[in-house]
């Protein structure tokens, strides 16, 4: 019963917030920056902590849109992580102004709890999640090293209580050719274009071939100048993912021996760049995510514990997950017809949907806070964690 009777205190100090974590939703949505640029976002979310009674570090990891808000003291830190950035031209198409709200609302809802249970709730501010991965430099400098569980909620079509995320890693591919006529001296040029193109049938080839889950997919980014010239330089970029870190590098070995063989027949020079970070794959810790399941639930949503078939994207939680205790679940806030990264998702991120969505979000966090505070749950999860 006392646990009730906490969650119920956790339920009123967030509902008690709507109409300022709506309007810091639908300001951070109406003002969409890119990753590393999210300088209003980060402002508008550390005031509201600090308004609150969080203490509040801008610039960590030598990041300057990152930040670590803190309430209480000790262990176990339990982190809500916030995202903010948005897709260019389509806006919060990913909906992170719903994660970067519910992140500070359920924190501040779960000041009743610290307050009685002891150990301290972090808000931690991570940029740039699309395409530079801004957690994995904090992962690097060592910010997770102070944390005991991880937790992050992200605006969707479905509630799931994990998700299925990929590896990931980039490579940017350059073949330099000879240009000539096309026409009147082919046979005096080296088409760089071809290179590419063969490259392209290479790894084409080796989709048959790989493991099920993984994917590679890219495109073509310089073509050449003109049909009559034999193309002197082309370029392409690819995305290689996996269900794992271990696979992943195998993917690399063998897209390199595809690139690899498009030079060599082909007769153009290659240079290829691999990134310097990997996304890394998603490891959910059960017990945590069967806590947030039976909140999300209470609530009156269905959840589905895992679906196998659905979010075969990335996502730089993966590295936190493989350090910390984590959660990835999602919540829904469009029909499964509206697709991620569109502006109908966009619109769906500052709808009436979008905002129960940001309220049920910051509830069951909270409420999972709470569970992680009683006696023995920390150990339990703590324990999957190292064995799991």
Known sequence: MEIEKLKLKVKDAVESQRQQLIQLSLKIHDNPELGFEEKKAMAWLTSYLEDNEFHVERGIADIATAFWATYGQGSPRIALLAEYDALPKIGHGCGHNIIASSAVGAAIGSKPI?????????????PAEENFGGKINMVQAGVFNEIDVAMIIHPDVRNLATIRALACTGVEVEFFGKPAHASAEPHKGINALEATILAFNSINSLRQHIKEGARIHGIITDGGEAPNIVPAHSA????????????????????????????TASGARLEYRWDEIAFDSMKNNETLAELFKQNLESLGRHVVAFEPE????????????????????????????VLGHTPEFAAAAASEAGHEGLMDAAKALAMTVADILQP???DKIKQEFCHG
């Open 236 to 263: 392409a970029e690819f995305y290689v993912r996996a269900p794992d870190s271990e696979y992943l590098d195998e993917l690399k070995r063998k897209v390199s021996n595809c690139l690899i063989g498009a030079s």
């Open 310 to 337: 659905f979010g075969l994207g990335s996502t730089d939680m993966g590295n936190v997950s493989q350090v910390v205790p984590s959660i990835h679940p999602t919540i829904a806030i469009a029909s499964p017809d």
């Open 114 to 126: 610290i307050d009685q249970l002891g150990g301290s709730i972090v808000v931690l501010g991570t």
């Open 376 to 378: 023995g749950m920390f």
